[in-house]
């Protein structure tokens, strides 16, 4: 099979793939170039850069599978794609374990204001009573909506840390964690800091009327996707002072053209580099190129 690498893929998972016969072109297109050279291809490899709309697989006369190097596959019309017959695969939790870490990475930047004491510093200060008022995050209580892959990790690494868990989720939760099973309200009201790991939904989880029921002073997590928090509302409790401070990996327009909330003193953001490790890399590439050699197959 003739199968575009749209965004990059890990070496072992080209190795893979050319292994089991198939052919390879790795070259990123603009959307317009991308429906141009799409006819040619039996197959594609996705990250988060390349979209594949139904403009796309229109042109894709000979597609027969559109696969996501990663979780979430909202970057691709999969509905659309199965309504034709056309397969659509993911690489579910080959990156779990580095977005939990990044989690981690936020609220700590946020707890101790390391991006801020970072600047200061590089510019000559010695601000230590300005810095001094940092606080732990054991013996805290941390609100994980969305029990999934994700946040089951951040769950074990927040238990491991001394950090009390109590979660959220739609679905009905099963696990042998050291975790307490609330409600969404009760989450809302209890947590010092709340982590968001849920799919892209329509509308935003966490709107004005949720931050409004939140600890003064909490920290917000979203590694998950950008439209689970009205960010406008994120943006007024952040002024406020109702939230204590957000720690962002994506955004509801990527990249954001509105700076107002990235350039917050208060907020810790990265540019949705959530999957983006050595070794996520390597273990999604390797797990998608496999599902794709097992579904060729059975062609
Ligand atoms: N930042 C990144 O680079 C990055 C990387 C990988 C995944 N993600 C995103 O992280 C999120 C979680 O991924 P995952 O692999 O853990 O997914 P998952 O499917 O394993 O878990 C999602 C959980 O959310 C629950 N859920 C759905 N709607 C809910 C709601 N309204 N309230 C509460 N719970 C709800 C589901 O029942 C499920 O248990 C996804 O949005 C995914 O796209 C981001």
Redesign the pocket.
Known sequence: MKILIADGLDQNGQNILKEAGHELVVKHYEPDDLVKAIPEFEGIIVR?ATKVPQAVIDAGKNLKLIARA???I?NIDHQYARSLGIAVLNA??A??Y??AE?VFAHLLSLARSLNQATNSLREGRWEKKNFGNGFELAGKTLGI????????IVARLAIAWGIRVIV????EIETELAVTIVT?DELLHTSDFITL?????SQP?ITEKEIAMMKRGVLIVN???GN?IDEKALLDGLNSGQVGGAGL??YSEEPPKNLELVRHPRVSCTP?????TIEAQQRVGVEIAQRIVDFIKTL
């Open positions: 988060s990663g979780t979430g909202d579910p939790g990156n779990s580095s977005v990044l909506v969305g029990f999934g892959r994700i946040g089951k959220y989720d739609v679905a969404l790991h849920t799919p892209k939904s989880l590694c998950a996707r689970a990996d994506v949705h580099i959530g999957a983006n």
